[in-house]
């Protein structure tokens, strides 16, 4: 597991580990490697342009504020501008700059102006780091409506925005790439900053032994989903791996209830029983799976999928009760939703474990406010009252235990935002549940797997349609299971 640390918890591991160092140390290792990464980037932006290759010859705009992040920005222009690169460095708050870096970046060549170039082969974003306040300073938002650079490139975290949230309260810059500096933080994952961030480029600057065990956002990995992932030995078979009840779809809306199967055969368990009016085309598309006209009729099942598309009438919500009344964990998704924020009693003699899979208008239906931005806390206080895990579904996918962990999806893309994928999505989650994960992990797999397919699906057309993601689920699996075994054995 790899995760997302608070300001704070960053701010007193540098504290430990400056303690250790000769002064300056660490901040010459963090500008080492953002010099290093942008010096990377110049070379393949310009690699096309035989006239002016690499580092040499490119222009270079640092925007520096007054604190240490500005300081990091102008010690790694000072290393580029010992390289050939053309740096003019604008100091946006007053003149106020960090004295030695500043300093040093004259004696390599690089110049501190009042104004830059109006074209930049690179923008060094060295405004505000971890400490600073959400929003720009006004001298910055002018520079960034003026410049015009190929790349931006954030210094740890992108200025103005929220770095302990993820919120984007203010002006903000938008970065082609972060450079972060021994850790993720929680913008870096979480809500519109996260948008904002780009490509994530972490550098190892020796904090990892003195971050707090347990990081503000939790971030999966592939060695993770491969450590929770349940491989069926020589003495398993269809039920031990796993039975995964899916009661969705309807008259009006048969393709939900073939798009659930469809994930739930993506996943481990061994058997799909579907329950359900659209069972005539649930068969066509998928002859494995057992079909019954309702949940009673279903027989043995180790989870639920109750919502996609079955309506909110009163059959549908005596089918949610019959889902709800078994000892099974469920996954609720879609109409089930609506359902229980119109019906909240039915979830309240509930013991079994419950995942909520809202996007934000389904969100306030439950909840009865909106998301806020800090969806990481949104997404936790209503795991907390509905004793649920709830994943709050959007461009970067927050999971939130009970006990109010929080876990940030790192895989999502826009070309999941199509219909019918969250069916795909909620099916595959259940097939893990009845796996034997638990409801969490069930849910951070999903949403990680899903993302990868979305990725792989993309790759190959040029719409995506929820049935695409579908089809690219196993291959996403085992994609995913393949690179950590054989991560593992090196």
Same mark, same amino acid.
Not at 77 to 91: Q, T
Not at 124 to 137: A, K, N, S
Not at 295 to 302: H, L, Y
């Given at each position: 597991m790899d995760g997302a640390w608070s300001a704070a918890a960053v701010r007193r591991a540098e504290a430990q580990l400056m303690a250790k160092l000769p002064p300056g140390t660490l901040m010459q290792r963090a500008a080492a490697g953002l010099a290093a990464e942008c010096a990377s980037i110049l070379k393949a932006r310009r690699a096309t342009r035989t006239d002016r290759a690499g580092v040499y010859g490119a222009t270079v705009t640092v925007l520096a504020g007054p604190g240490d992040n500005g300081g990091d920005a102008l010690f790694a222009a000072a290393r580029l501008a010992r390289r050939g690169a053309r740096v003019f460095a604008v100091p946006v708050m007053g003149e106020r700059v960090h004295p030695v870096a500043a300093a040093a970046l004259t004696r390599a060549g690089g110049r501190l102006v009042a104004q830059s170039p109006k074209h930049c082969d690179l923008l060094l974003d060295g405004v505000l780091g971890i400490g600073g306040r959400p929003g720009l300073p006004g001298r910055a938002i002018d520079q960034l409506a003026w410049i015009d650079a190929d790349t931006i490139v954030a210094v740890d975290v992108p200025s103005g925005v929220?770095?302990?949230t993820g919120a984007v309260p203010a002006s903000a810059v938008t970065a082609d790439?972060?450079?972060?500096?021994?850790?993720?933080?929680?913008?870096?994952?979480?809500?519109?900053?996260?948008?904002?961030?780009?490509?994530?480029?972490?550098?190892?600057?020796?904090?990892?032994?003195?971050?707090?065990?347990?990081?503000?956002?939790?971030?999966?990995?592939?060695?993770?989903? #491969?450590?929770?992932?349940?491989?069926?030995?020589?003495?398993?078979?269809?039920?031990?791996?796993?039975?995964?009840?899916?009661?969705?779809?309807?008259?009006?809306?048969?393709?939900? #209830?073939?798009?659930?199967?469809?994930?739930?055969?993506?996943?481990?368990?061994?058997?799909?029983?579907?329950?359900?009016?659209a069972a005539d085309y649930v068969r066509r598309a998928h002859p494995e799976?057992?079909?019954?006209?309702?949940?009673?009729?279903?027989?043995?099942?180790q989870a639920w999928l109750a919502g996609p598309g079955f309506g909110t009438d009163e059959a549908a919500l005596g089918e949610l009760r019959s889902a709800l009344v078994s000892p099974a964990p469920v996954v609720l998704d879609a109409d089930a939703l609506t359902l229980i924020g119109e019906f909240p009693s039915v979830l309240s003699q509930r013991e079994a474990p419950v995942i909520l899979t809202p996007h934000d208008r389904e969100y306030e239906r439950l909840y009865g406010s909106p998301p806020s931005e800090d969806r990481g806390a949104a997404a936790a206080a209503l795991a907390k009252r509905l004793n649920c895990t709830v994943l709050l579904k959007g461009h970067h996918t927050v999971v939130a235990g009970s006990d109010g962990a929080v876990w940030a999806n790192p895989t999502g893309r826009p070309q999941l935002a199509t219909a019918g994928s969250g069916d795909v999505l909620a099916g595959f989650m259940a097939s893990l549940l009845a796996s034997g994960m638990d409801a969490v992990r069930a849910a951070v797999a999903a949403a990680f797997l899903?993302?990868?397919?979305?990725?792989?699906?993309?790759?190959?057309?040029?719409?995506?349609?929820?049935?695409?993601?579908?089809?690219?689920?196993?291959?996403?699996?085992?994609?995913?299971?393949?690179?950590?075994?054989?991560?593992?054995?090196?």
């Amino acid at each position: 597991m790899d995760g997302a640390w608070s300001a704070a918890a960053v701010r007193r591991a540098e504290a430990q580990l400056m303690a250790k160092l000769p002064p300056g140390t660490l901040m010459q290792r963090a500008a080492a490697g953002l010099a290093a990464e942008c010096a990377s980037i110049l070379k393949a932006r310009r690699a096309t342009r035989t006239d002016r290759a690499g580092v040499y010859g490119a222009t270079v705009t640092v925007l520096a504020g007054p604190g240490d992040n500005g300081g990091d920005a102008l010690f790694a222009a000072a290393r580029l501008a010992r390289r050939g690169a053309r740096v003019f460095a604008v100091p946006v708050m007053g003149e106020r700059v960090h004295p030695v870096a500043a300093a040093a970046l004259t004696r390599a060549g690089g110049r501190l102006v009042a104004q830059s170039p109006k074209h930049c082969d690179l923008l060094l974003d060295g405004v505000l780091g971890i400490g600073g306040r959400p929003g720009l300073p006004g001298r910055a938002i002018d520079q960034l409506a003026w410049i015009d650079a190929d790349t931006i490139v954030a210094v740890d975290v992108p200025s103005g925005v929220d770095v302990d949230t993820g919120a984007v309260p203010a002006s903000a810059v938008t970065a082609d790439v972060t450079v972060a500096f021994g850790s993720r933080k929680p913008c870096h994952v979480l809500g519109r900053a996260a948008l904002l961030t780009g490509r994530l480029v972490l550098i190892d600057i020796g904090l990892g032994p003195h971050l707090d065990p347990h990081p503000a956002v939790r971030v999966a990995s592939e060695s993770d989903l #491969a450590a929770w992932w349940h491989r069926p030995g020589p003495d398993d078979d269809k039920y031990t791996r796993g039975v995964v009840g899916v009661a969705a779809g309807s008259e009006r809306y048969p393709g939900a #209830a073939v798009l659930a199967t469809s994930g739930a055969l993506a996943g481990p368990a061994g058997y799909v029983r579907y329950a359900g009016t659209a069972a005539d085309y649930v068969r066509r598309a998928h002859p494995e799976v057992v079909c019954t006209p309702t949940v009673k009729e279903a027989g043995r099942v180790q989870a639920w999928l109750a919502g996609p598309g079955f309506g909110t009438d009163e059959a549908a919500l005596g089918e949610l009760r019959s889902a709800l009344v078994s000892p099974a964990p469920v996954v609720l998704d879609a109409d089930a939703l609506t359902l229980i924020g119109e019906f909240p009693s039915v979830l309240s003699q509930r013991e079994a474990p419950v995942i909520l899979t809202p996007h934000d208008r389904e969100y306030e239906r439950l909840y009865g406010s909106p998301p806020s931005e800090d969806r990481g806390a949104a997404a936790a206080a209503l795991a907390k009252r509905l004793n649920c895990t709830v994943l709050l579904k959007g461009h970067h996918t927050v999971v939130a235990g009970s006990d109010g962990a929080v876990w940030a999806n790192p895989t999502g893309r826009p070309q999941l935002a199509t219909a019918g994928s969250g069916d795909v999505l909620a099916g595959f989650m259940a097939s893990l549940l009845a796996s034997g994960m638990d409801a969490v992990r069930a849910a951070v797999a999903a949403a990680f797997l899903h993302g990868r397919a979305g990725g792989i699906a993309a790759a190959h057309h040029r719409t995506v349609t929820a049935s695409d993601v579908a089809r690219a689920l196993p291959g996403a699996v085992g994609a995913v299971l393949g690179a950590a075994r054989g991560s593992a054995r090196s």
